[in-house]
């Protein structure tokens, strides 16, 4: 079965500094898809970016880049430029491409970004 | 219009009561789902419909009752719940049917019940 592991629970970045958090997935399948979701206080998930696993190239979305290391089973986000609208709690999230569905995704148990000015 | 709109945003309710969440979105998306995040926890999925026809059921307990009256919109019947089913309840929705991988998902801001 697959996992996905977000080992830090909370973490703290002052704005306009950089920030990087971790996950790491377990799968036994080569074909599959890795988001970031954000969910601030407002309660909804929004999707922040995404990644092809058959991808090599880096998935980046302005100010949000991923390092995607296959063999490692790591997808780490990292934030530039941190603002203030980033504070929110971040969920990895897994979905295999074959079998289940789009929606099954499987999340980490979510990191807590605070925002300091 | 990109959202995804639930009623209530929040609902108060005895275990014998019947309630009923809504979830609309109008931007043609044919996939729509529910999931229950309990506090501090990430969301789990409980049901997908796809094309309005109910394709997945998470193993979740009768007194949740899925409908999908039309392609815009997307129901959940409550009937007595217990005290551990207060959560949020978030909806989703998808361009593509199920079948289709990596699709962005489009959540609304869910429904926080309390079941007393």
């Known amino acids: 079965a697959q996992t996905v592991t977000q080992s830090q629970p909370e973490m703290s970045v002052q704005e306009a500094e950089t920030v990087t958090l971790s996950c790491t997935y377990d799968?036994?399948?080569?074909?599959?898809?890795l988001f970031w979701y954000k969910q601030p206080p407002s309660r909804q998930m929004i999707l922040v970016i995404r990644?092809?696993?058959?991808?090599?190239q880096n998935a980046t979305e302005n100010r949000f880049s991923v390092n995607f290391q296959k063999a490692a089973k790591s997808f780490s986000l990292k934030i530039s430029d941190s603002q203030l609208g980033d504070a929110a709690m971040y969920f990895c999230?897994?979905?295999?491409?074959?079998?289940?569905?789009?929606?099954?995704?499987?999340f980490g148990k979510g990191t807590k970004l605070s925002v300091k000015p | 219009d990109t959202e995804v709109t639930q009623t209530p945003k929040h609902l108060v309710m005895g275990m014998t009561n019947k309630k009923s969440l809504k979830c609309e979105q109008h931007?043609?998306?044919?996939?729509m789902y529910w999931y229950k995040q309990k506090a501090k926890k990430p969301p789990e999925l409980m049901f997908v419909y796809s094309y309005e026809k109910l394709s997945i059921n998470e193993s979740v307990p009768s007194r949740f009752s899925p409908e999908c009256p039309n392609s815009s919109l997307l129901n959940l019947h409550l009937h007595a719940l217990q005290p551990e089913d207060s959560a949020l309840y978030l909806c989703a929705s998808s361009q593509a049917p199920t079948g289709v991988r990596g699709e962005k998902l489009f959540f609304g801001s869910g429904t926080q019940l309390s079941v007393l």
């Open positions: 931007m043609g998306h044919r996939a």
């Open positions: 999230a897994y979905n295999r491409v074959h079998g289940g569905s789009q929606g099954n995704l499987i």
């Open positions: 799968t036994s399948e080569s074909d599959y898809y």
């Open positions: 990644q092809e696993a058959y991808k090599q």
